[in-house]
């Protein structure tokens, strides 16, 4: 009988950080394009341009305006 559990348990943290870190990878991917054109919309209002949406996700530019 083993009474040391203290490694089995580090193994399981372990695994649990693994599996949320697949996640949370994942997530970003699926999600990268929308963030990057939230971001840019945001510093295209501070630095007094226009946002032009692209044909995908995370494409969309600042241009200057007319």
């Known amino acids: 009988m083993v009474k040391d559990k203290k490694g089995q348990a580090l ?4 695994l649990i950080i693994a599996v949320i870190s697949v996640i949370v990878v994942s997530v970003v991917k699926l999600l990268g394009g929308y963030l990057t054109d939230s971001m840019t919309k945001t510093s295209c209002s501070l630095v007094d341009k226009v946002y032009v949406e692209g044909d995908k996700p995370g494409e969309g530019k600042c ?3 007319e």
Request: no cysteine; hydrophobic share 45%; proline share 0%.
């Open 11 to 14: 193994v399981e943290y372990l």
């Open 63 to 65: 241009v200057d305006k």
